[in-house]
């Protein structure tokens, strides 16, 4: 089962296999497929999603994987000079620009498939919310649908420590939020996890 939760990022719901042929209809509605951007998720690289490269093109939808190795994700070190670090006022900028580069070269790597045609984002992880600092910064023209899987949109609350040092704040106060448009859908997917417990 996934869901799909509410906030003033995002609208999410529970869905069932008839919301993930409605999901799935997003990406095949058009005739000619418009192509995927896959944004990896922190700490994986785009070996990772080979799996769902393959799913998309027995779908017909070709895609294209952000070029991300494991070993990437260290630049990441850089904000720990950051006083911004320590406080938890982290800014994406300038630490991911080098994430943001790799998005660019892969939507414009599959901007060359899509013939004029749009694109999907499908982002995992760190790699959903990512792609919303990209879209503030890069502009959303030739983007029709950001697809998120298990993106956390929200920072934690007040008394949580932030394991993004206020990036996630960033993102919330400075990044466009996830308004289900015409021009721009957002389809954000949790995994629930439900543990019983017994009296």
Known sequence: M?????????TYS???????NTIRGEFESSSNHRPAVILPGLGNNSG?????????KQHGIPSVVAKVSRLDWFRNAAGLVD?????GTLRPR???????????QAIQEA??????????????????WLARVYMENYGV???????????PHLPPPKGV????????????????????TPQLKYVCILKVLLSLATP
């Not at 901007?111 to 959903?128: D, P, V």
């Not at 420590?161 to 289900?180: F, M, P, W």
Request: charged share 15%; net charge negative.
């Open 141 to 151: 023209s030739h983007i029709s649908l950001l697809l998120t899987l298990g993106t």
């Open 48 to 56: 990772d999603y080979h799996k769902l490269q393959v799913s998309l």
């Open 94 to 104: 300038p630490v991911l620009d080098w994430y943001l580069n790799r998005i660019d």
């Open 14 to 20: 529970l869905f069932s296999t008839t919301s993930y």
């Open 111 to 128: 901007k060359e498939q899509s013939q004029g045609e749009s694109l999907s984002l499908i982002g995992h992880s760190a790699g959903g």
């Open 161 to 180: 420590i932030d394991q993004t040092r206020g990036l996630l704040n960033y993102v919330e106060q400075h990044c466009s939020k996830a308004v289900y």
């Open 2 to 10: 996934a869901i799909m939760v509410s906030s003033s990022s995002c």
């Open 83 to 87: 006083p911004n670090y320590w406080q």
